[in-house]
């Protein structure tokens, strides 16, 4: 016996098992059950919701005779008698479906409507439904208009279409118009469990449902086919993990991940993590699109101030949420969906996927400091902000931490007496007199024991910090000087210098040929140049830079905490200091 496909096999015979459309059952059903019946009807709506079922099931209530061959019009249509079974398996003869997109013609139209002239040949009502309607072509519209208005008694139409826009409104006027929903991906879940039931698989986790549901976007029939696929895929039963590797989805861990490391800065940890991506053969498209809807529940759960406790990711959510500036999570769910539409355009998906995160990281909220002639200020990036950098800018105020008062929702700003200066953040390679060479016209290569010849000695490099000072002063830009900052001298033999590289795309590309061409010119002469991958051992500008970087940061915190005023405000209003605000800047 050949197989029935589940979108067929489940499909509703009777109102009563409709999904997601209680609005225009309602109608229907008290319609039906008054008498209240009109000659043509409009069903909108997305593809896989119901409009062809509905037409179906309301054919078989105008015309079903009951069980005993007695009945009349009813709202809840028995399926055993003739006219429901013929219905059910497409041979009744007066009724019609039509496919507007490939019968459009007006020569089509005219027949179907000189047909309509005859009275049914054994059934109370002849009934003509018309699928995807706005394909029919204006001639065509034209000449159903006066039928469509005044048909014979015994006529009814039903129309379907996806696309009412293009429906003209002399055809909308004469239709009682039903709008059917995009169905929610609960009730989505709660259906595919009965089939599952039904079809002796046995119950399952709602998490591999809940996905199939968000998959099929509001489609009930688009549901059941996934289904149908996820059961094929895992044979049996879906699980999570089968359905999201049928679905080329992300881990909702991998999208915390990322977006911590975007957070962060850590550029290395988010190629890192684009690279087991890639290796995995996930979806960028769709790792975008996830990325997307994960940001937009972080913006809802910032709102309304909690996380959906069911959710498997409710505690990571409510962490984004809580360290996130607001502003900061709607910039990146701009970024995210600008870079989804560019995705096409990209050399490649990957490089449209890290261009979008690296497009997250360099156009982080960062407040600039106006007090100028301080040695450095403090960034305010906490969820919570008062003032504009713009607003403060123009009073000349100095940036202080975020002040939030327990229980009063609210911010309180320190006044001017608790101004400070944060020693500013070290700067890779600052110290430019000891970049050997500088001054020389031809300055030697770095590493001590200049001996220079073809048949220089192998030795490990680096350890005197020779390298991450000039990487850090090299004139590169761009993914080329990420290499430099986060790449670690391992040898050098006369000329030639090898590097490792933490992340394997930042060596690929021209960026290795720039920063040969870069060292070529500081040294004035040819230099080789070659690389591997491997983590390196914190030898690097990047590395200095960031340790640099946290010991400013601490003592930025320690002198915050220690200012009067900021423990007046702690004694007298209960405030707390957010350390997630305090940012040291460069001068």
Do not use: N
């Given at each position: 016996m050949s197989y029935q496909a589940l979108a067929r096999k489940?499909?509703?015979?009777?109102?009563?098992?409709?999904?997601?459309?209680?609005?225009?059952?309602?109608?229907?059903?008290?319609?039906?059950?008054?008498?209240?019946?009109?000659?043509?009807?409009?069903?909108?709506?997305t593809r896989g919701v119901g409009k062809t079922t509905i037409a179906r099931i309301l054919a078989k209530a105008l015309n079903c005779v009951g069980p005993d061959g007695q009945g009349g019009v009813t709202a809840a249509p028995c399926n055993v008698c003739a006219a429901c079974t013929a219905i059910d398996a497409g041979r009744f003869v007066d009724y019609i479906e039509m496919d507007a997109a490939s019968n459009r013609g007006v020569e089509e139209m005219t027949q179907l409507l000189e047909r309509a002239a005859y009275a049914p040949t054994n059934a109370r009502y002849k009934i003509y439904t018309i699928d995807e309607v706005h394909m029919l072509t204006n001639h065509a519209f034209n000449a159903m208009l006066k039928t469509l208005e005044e048909p014979p008694e015994y006529v009814k139409f039903i129309l379907a279409t996806t696309d009412?826009?293009?429906?003209?409104?002399?055809?909308?006027?004469?239709?009682?118009?039903?709008?059917?929903?995009?169905?929610?991906?609960a009730a989505i879940v709660e259906r595919l469990q009965h089939v599952l039931g039904n079809e002796g698989l046995g119950a399952t986790d709602a998490a591999p449902l809940r996905a199939l549901a968000h998959a099929a976007r509001g489609s009930m029939r688009d549901a059941l086919s996934l289904l149908d696929q996820a059961i094929a895929y895992a044979g049996g039963v879906p699980t999570a993990d089968t359905v999201?590797?049928?679905?080329?989805?992300?881990?909702s861990s991998i999208l915390v991940q990322l977006l911590d490391a975007v957070a962060d800065g850590q550029t290395e940890r988010v190629l890192r993590l684009a690279d087991e991506m890639a290796e995995r053969g996930l979806s960028f498209s769709q790792a975008l699109r996830d990325l997307a809807a994960f940001l937009h529940r972080i913006a809802l759960t910032q709102a309304v101030g909690s996380a959906a406790e069911d959710e498997p990711d409710a505690a990571e959510l409510a962490r984004l949420a809580g360290q996130m500036a607001k502003e900061q999570v709607q910039l990146y769910y701009q970024i995210t969906l600008h870079g989804r539409n560019d995705l096409a355009m990209a050399p490649d998906e990957y490089a449209g996927f890290t261009m979008t995160l690296l497009r997250m990281m360099v156009f982080a909220p960062e407040v600039?400091?106006?007090a100028a002639g301080k040695s450095a200020a403090?960034?305010?990036?906490?969820?919570?902000?008062?003032t504009t950098a713009g607003a403060r800018a123009d009073r000349g105020d100095p940036l202080t931490p975020t002040l939030s008062p327990e229980g009063r929702g609210g911010n309180t700003r320190a006044d001017r007496g608790a101004e400070r200066d944060v020693p500013p953040l070290p700067r890779a390679g600052a110290e430019r007199r000891d970049v050997p060479?500088?001054?020389?016209?031809?300055?030697?290569l770095p590493r001590a024991g200049e001996g220079g010849g073809e048949g220089a000695e192998k030795k490990p490099a680096g350890s005197d910090g020779s390298w991450p000072e000039l990487a850090a002063s090299l004139p590169l830009t761009g993914l080329a000087r990420e290499m430099a900052l986060r790449s670690e001298l391992v040898s050098r033999e006369g000329d030639h210098l090898h590097l490792r590289v933490p992340v394997k795309a930042l060596a690929d590309g021209g960026n290795v040929e720039r920063v040969r061409k870069a060292l070529s010119d500081r040294f004035g002469r040819a230099v080789r140049l070659t690389t591997e991958t491997g983590a390196t051992n914190g030898s690097t500008a990047q590395a200095r830079s960031d340790q640099a970087r946290a010991v400013a940061l601490q003592e930025a915190r320690a002198l915050i905490e220690g200012d009067p005023v900021v423990r007046e405000l702690r004694e007298?209003?209960?405030?707390?200091?957010?350390?997630?605000?305090?940012?040291?800047?460069?001068?």
């Open positions: 489940w499909r509703p015979r009777e109102f009563s098992a409709l999904v997601g459309q209680d609005h225009v059952v309602r109608a229907l059903t008290h319609a039906l059950e008054t008498g209240r019946l009109h000659h043509a009807y409009l069903f909108t709506g009412p826009q293009k429906i003209p409104v002399t055809v909308l006027s004469r239709c009682l118009q039903f709008s059917l929903k995009q169905v929610p991906p999201r590797q049928m679905l080329g989805a992300i881990d600039v400091p106006a403090l960034r305010a990036s906490g969820p919570l902000r008062t060479g500088r001054d020389s016209k031809t300055p030697p007298r209003l209960g405030a707390t200091v957010d350390p997630s605000s305090i940012r040291p800047v460069k001068e």
